[in-house]
């Protein structure tokens, strides 16, 4: 009698033909339409949508619905596919509200009840792309620390501009929030490509009751940790085109007669960022495929990537910076935008020392 084939408990770290295709396609999609001239005119212009490459992405790629199971409208994949998209985003510092829509706000309804219509029908249309909702919590809120609820101003809300509903958690519950109900102030980001915005919430709004407070409060939990995940992977992506901008930057760049790159001290610089980013690669891929599998290790994976991945993004995007010399330091060259998102990042959705003293409770260690 045969035995029938069991499946492997290691995590899989390699990418697949599916998402080296989905890779291509979005990478092809915005170097077509995202590139650093188009990107710094509408900064400047304080208009960073692209309402015309979020459709392109969302709705005809159908990136925005990988995470919703087919059923309820979605393209059924997983988390893996999801951090292949935000991977290369992350290297072309898209403005697009990918984390905060299609992984964050999606994980949160997905943690609901999703046989009630109002949860069904508002994640129908987040898969489909036309609709984009932004859980109403500052960038910087962490999944492991307390949750504001039933605040009705909530500064540094990332793509809140960009919003068309607003999942706001409330002390009686979680409920969506049309994005014509709340005020929505700008306000002044370090990164220009991910806006900040305060969402003041008006006790009048009209809302619909998604959930009640303990299964609100567990499904943003479960949102913010999904995202503190997959955020890993944008900044991987930020920390790859920084090495290889570098590498290619110091070979093509000439002094005495010599690539600079050819210099030891600039060599072992490059070959110390290559080992952390690889090193980073292997953390970021655990933590997806830990979320797609929904492994009982999802959260210390989660926590492993973020720690590590949050220092290494900011590193590689300080080298690039200071091994560009003085091209690196003008506003044209894209290294100020990887630094700044890198930075940005770093505070998001936790810091690096939070999921630090969260991977030590994890693992049952003291703090010192």
Not at 8 to 25: H, I, K
Not at 92 to 117: F, G, K, M, N, W
Not at 150 to 166: I, N, Q, T
Not at 175 to 196: F, S, W
Request: charged share 20%; hydrophobic share 45%; proline share 5%.
């Amino acid at each position: 009698m045969t035995k029938a084939p069991t499946r492997s408990t290691q995590p899989d770290l390699l990418y697949s033909e599916a998402e080296d295709d989905l890779r291509a396609a979005v990478r092809s999609l915005l170097t077509d339409r995202a590139d650093t001239a188009a990107l710094l005119t509408r900064a400047e212009a304080g208009t960073p949508y692209d309402a015309g490459l979020w459709k392109a992405l969302a709705a005809d790629m159908g990136a925005a619905g990988l995470l919703v199971p087919e059923k309820l409208g979605g393209q059924g994949a997983s988390h893996r596919e999801a951090a292949v998209v935000l991977e290369e985003l992350g290297r072309q510092v898209t403005p697009a509200p990918y984390l905060t829509s299609s992984v964050i706000a999606t994980e949160v309804l997905l943690a609901l009840d999703t046989e009630t219509p109002e949860v069904a029908d508002l994640l129908a249309a987040l898969a489909s792309g036309r609709t984009v909702a932004v859980l109403a919590v500052p960038l910087s809120a962490s999944p492991y620390g307390p949750l504001a609820a039933g605040e009705s101003r909530v500064p540094g809300v990332a793509d809140a501009a960009a919003a068309d509903v607003f999942l706001v958690l409330r002390s009686d519950g979680l409920y969506a929030v049309e994005a014509g109900e709340v005020g929505v102030e700008a306000q002044t980001p370090l990164d220009l490509t991910r806006p900040l915005a305060a969402v003041t919430v008006p006790g009048t709004a009209a809302a619909t009751r998604l959930a009640d407070s303990d299964a609100a409060e567990a499904a943003v939990r479960r949102g913010l940790l999904a995202g503190a995940g997959l955020l890993a992977s944008e900044q991987l992506g930020v920390a790859e085109w920084c090495l290889e901008e570098t590498v290619r930057h110091t070979r093509e760049r000439h002094q005495f007669n010599r690539p600079i790159g050819s210099f030891q001290a600039l060599k072992h610089r490059m070959a110390q960022l290559w080992l952390e980013v690889v090193s980073a690669r292997a953390a970021v891929r655990n933590a997806a495929d830990a979320l797609a599998t929904d492994s009982p290790e999802a959260a210390l994976a989660v926590a492993i990537a973020q720690a590590y991945t949050s220092r290494v993004a900011v590193h590689a995007a300080e080298e690039c910076v200071q091994l560009h010399a003085g091209i690196g330091m003008t506003w044209e060259h894209p290294a100020h935008l990887h630094l700044k998102r890198a930075k940005s990042d770093s505070i998001a959705l936790g810091t690096a020392g939070s999921h630090k003293e969260a991977l030590a409770e994890l693992v049952d260690i003291e703090a010192p």
